[in-house]
């Protein structure tokens, strides 16, 4: 059984660029989270999404960034108009349900942003 | 506001030695308890996870961890550390009441001396 799987593991871009980070959860998982970590610093939530369902973006910053998760394929983050604040590196986490259910983290997306 | 604390933000130990991460919680209704690892350039592992039942928790690679309600903690323990565990240590926790987010600690950096 596959782990959460993200792609791409590390991506550069310059500023005023777009980027696109995916993740595809566990087999049987319906629950996709995503969090950012900046250097040195721990883990912060952005959004809770179920398929074709935002939960809670409470974390999420209120311009430039927004997420899905369809109803096939994978979640995607999206950062348009990327600036050097955005380099960080972001993780996505699946569940398979909520209220506790354990999330399995993808080894991340390292965002370095020129 | 609920929180997570973990005081030591690097703590060095000797190959060998016994090891203690401290994690504490704000108060809230019954939690969910996690710690998880990051070696350098990676993902998260989750270690250990308390849910209820017996108090003193058995994780992977020889790490064990307590619950102490009256104490509101959940400290990482291992009785000899090898030079492999030099990463950081996150712990993390869902309060029942706001049922999904993981709400994070600051991270411990462990730093082994040989």
């Known amino acids: 059984n596959a782990g959460v799987m993200q792609n791409p593991r590390h991506l550069v871009r310059r500023r005023g660029q777009e980027a696109r980070l995916r993740c595809s959860p566990m087999?049987?998982?319906?629950?996709v989270y995503w969090y950012r970590q900046l250097p040195e610093e721990g883990l912060k939530f952005m959004v809770y999404?179920?398929?074709?369902?935002?939960?809670?973006e409470s974390g999420m910053p209120k311009e430039r960034f927004s997420a899905e998760f369809p109803k096939e394929g994978p979640s995607i983050l999206r950062i348009q108009q990327v600036v050097r604040g955005d380099s960080a590196a972001y993780f996505c986490?699946?569940?398979?349900?909520?209220?506790?259910?354990?999330?399995?983290f993808g080894p991340g997306t390292r965002l370095l942003v020129l | 506001a609920q929180s997570v604390t973990q005081p030591d933000i690097h703590i060095t130990v000797s190959e060998g030695a016994s090891l203690e991460l401290r994690c504490n919680y704000s108060?809230?209704?019954?939690?969910?308890l996690f710690w998880y690892v990051q070696s350098p350039g990676q993902g998260l592992q989750l270690l250990l996870k308390?849910?209820?039942?017996d108090t003193l928790v058995q994780g992977i690679k020889g790490f064990e961890a307590e619950f102490k309600r009256s104490q509101s903690s959940f400290n990482l323990r291992k009785p000899s550390v090898h030079w492999s565990d030099a990463a950081e240590y996150f712990c993390?926790?869902?309060?029942?009441?706001?049922?999904?987010?993981?709400?994070w600690g600051a991270g411990t950096k462990l730093i082994i001396k040989p």
């Open positions: 999404l179920q398929k074709e369902n935002i939960i809670d």
């Open positions: 087999k049987g998982h319906s629950h």
């Open positions: 308390y849910f209820s039942g």
């Open positions: 986490a699946s569940s398979r349900g909520q209220g506790g259910e354990t999330q399995y």
């Open positions: 108060y809230g209704a019954t939690p969910y």
């Open positions: 993390a926790v869902v309060f029942m009441d706001s049922n999904y987010q993981l709400i």
